[in-house]
């Protein structure tokens, strides 16, 4: 597979990865006895965004910039992301993690021909 597409496929797992966290109940609870699901956007607010969102940012940038030194960087970025957030967000992001390091030890095909 070509970069490009290895590093749209993890731009594709990155958007995937937020909605599932917005939309999915993950928090569940009791509440007088009464069960209770809540999404993480409602127990911790619109500033949830910020960190949610900044996986999609950094697997973005290399579809703008389509070098192989920023395909280097967004994965180092990612694979410290999902280590550091592992243990709540983080791992919902290591598919598209590990995708992006795909794509960073790519070679960059040009014109249909196969690279040596």
């Not at 749209?8 to 909605?19: G, H, K, M, Y």
């Not at 069960?35 to 960190?51: C, D, E, K, M």
């Not at 999609?56 to 389509?66: K, M, Q, S, W």
């Amino acid at each position: 597979m070509r970069a490009v597409t290895l590093t749209a496929v993890s731009f594709a797992l990155a958007i995937a990865a937020v909605v599932f966290l917005l939309v999915w109940p993950v928090y569940s609870g009791f509440n007088n006895a009464q069960p209770t699901r809540a999404t993480l956007l409602q127990v911790n607010g619109p500033h949830i965004l910020i960190p949610v969102m900044l996986p999609v940012f950094v697997t973005g940038i290399p579809l703008l910039f389509r070098k192989q030194s920023v395909r280097i960087t967004a994965a180092i970025l990612m694979v410290g992301f999902a280590i550091i957030s592992g243990f709540s967000i983080g791992l919902f992001y290591l598919p598209a993690a590990a995708v992006m390091v795909l794509a960073a030890c790519a070679p960059e095909g040009r014109g249909g021909k196969p690279t040596v």
